[in-house]
Each structure stands twice: as structure tokens, then as C-alpha cells.
């Protein structure tokens, strides 16, 4: 309350300062107040809205910069998807569906991959996943959203594959610990260490053709009469970020006739 009289005592005896005296005494006291005691008040004040107008223009700057970084972000995932869609192998013009790694699902020794697209994007069951590098896996699950991928080095995929250089034909499998290899040979096979594995006609998910992987070693069977060659693949399953989905599935309308010749 004292606070509140002193201010109203100070402000009453000012006005009874600047109306004593005439009008050019009234005036050379307001010059004199307004050129120091009332200007600096004053000028801070404009002092405080210039600050707040230029933290508003930092603001509004800070918008427009996001939002340019989020096109530049969008931008450079355009041109991202663009290169991984660039395969570099024959694919004889098949139509591709491009699709982000989201999640995995299983064990930790065997994992599918989830991806982000689904039934609404045109992906169906059973159809081929690869890579820019080679094969990836097949579809086995799907949802209208996302789909479920099992990969080629899960232990129960399955995949008939043949040497590029002879043709040489196997079954690739996987055991728990991810480990690939053709399978199916018998010994004295023509096959060494550094050849090429594709896939081949046999396979009942891919076109023939898609690389897989190279020879790394090759190892006698404990029957006695086979060997298998252990494959180091040309795609790591777990450095994916995305995958192709590829708009195939092969032709079985043979297995039907040859029921109906029988």
C-alpha cells in the first residue's frame, strides 16, 4: 500500500511541476523530460518491441526452414527410392513394388522382415522380394497395409537354384544360424569355389536368373554320396532398409495338364 501512495504522491507533485510557470516554461520542461528521463524509457520500450519482432521473423524463418528441410528430406528419399529401384541385373521388364523395411518378427537367430506395403499396393502371397544385389525372400504374409517377408536365409526357405556357368542344378537351403548353401550335389560335380549361383527354371517363386550369391567352400555330405557348396549371398538380410517386391508368379498350368493326360 506505502508503494502505491508514493507513486501517486510522485506523479501528483509532477503535474503540479509542469503546470506552474508559462506555456515556454511548460515547453522547456517537457523538452528536458523527454530528452532524459522519459527517452530512455521510452527507447527501451522500443528497444523490447524490436526484440520481439525480430524473435517473430527467427520464428517465422525457423517455420519456412523446416519446412525446407522436410522437402529436401522428401526429396532426397525420391532419389533414394529411384536408385534402389535401379537393378542391376535382368529382370526381363517386370513390374516392381517398392517397399520399407519396418520391423522384423521372429527369433533373434531367424528373422522375416515386415514391410509397408500390402494387399491395397498390389502385393499378393507368394510373390519374389529382392534387393539391387540379388534375391531377398518371398511374401508369405500379407494385410491390406503391410506384408511379412521370409528371407532366404530363414531354414525353412526353400529355392531351386542353378550355376551360372553350367547350369548346375541344387536346392538352397539355410540352417538356424543363417548359414546358405547349395544343396541336392552330387560329388564330382562340376562346381568351384567363386562360381556364381542364380536362380533357375525349377524355382516355383522366381523368374530364372536372379542372382543369389558366389561359392565360398564346398563340403562333403555326411551320406557319403553328395556335397554341398556353403554360399556367401550377395544381399545381407540385415543391413535392409528396403526391398523390391516383384509382381510375379509362375506359370503351373503344366502341372494341371499333365493330371488331365494321365
Not at 517386391?245 to 499333365?258: G, L, P, R
Amino acid at each position: 500500500m506505502l508503494n502505491k501512495n508514493v507513486l501517486f504522491v510522485i506523479l501528483l507533485l509532477l503535474s503540479f511541476f509542469f503546470q506552474m510557470g508559462g506555456t515556454e516554461a511548460r515547453e522547456q520542461k517537457a523538452l528536458f523530460f523527454s530528452k532524459f528521463v522519459f527517452f530512455p524509457f521510452i527507447n527501451s520500450l522500443n528497444s523490447i518491441f524490436e526484440i520481439i519482432e525480430v524473435k517473430e521473423e527467427n520464428i517465422q524463418l525457423a517455420n519456412a526452414l523446416a519446412r525446407k528441410q522436410i522437402k529436401i528430406v522428401k526429396l532426397q528419399n525420391a532419389l533414394h527410392d529411384q536408385e534402389n529401384i535401379k537393378v542391376q541385373f535382368e529382370t526381363d521388364q517386370t513390374e516392381f513394388i517398392l517397399a520399407n523395411v519396418i520391423a522384423y518378427s521372429g527369433n533373434s537367430q531367424e528373422k522375416n522382415l515386415i514391410v509397408n506395403k500390402g494387399s491395397k499396393d498390389g502385393v499378393e502371397k507368394g510373390f519374389p522380394v529382392i534387393s539391387t544385389n540379388g534375391i531377398v525372400g518371398k511374401v508369405v504374409i500379407v494385410s491390406r497395409n503391410y506384408s511379412v517377408v521370409l528371407p532366404f536365409n530363414h531354414s525353412t526357405f526353400r529355392l531351386g537354384v542353378m550355376l551360372k556357368r553350367n547350369s548346375l542344378q541344387g536346392l538352397l537351403k539355410s540352417d538356424i544360424y543363417g548359414n546358405v548353401a547349395m544343396t541336392m550335389l552330387r560329388q564330382a560335380s562340376d562346381i568351384n569355389v567363386g562360381d556364381t549361383l542364380i536362380t533357375s527354371d525349377i524355382s516355383s517363386i522366381f523368374p530364372k536368373g536372379f542372382p543369389i550369391g558366389v561359392v565360398n567352400n564346398i563340403q562333403p555330405e555326411s551320406d557319403g554320396v553328395n556335397m554341398k557348396a556353403m554360399i556367401t549371398p550377395f544381399e545381407v538380410i540385415g543391413q535392409l532398409d528396403q526391398i523390391i517386391v516383384v509382381n510375379y508368379k509362375k506359370d503351373i498350368s503344366y502341372e494341371e495338364e499333365i493330371d488331365n493326360s494321365k
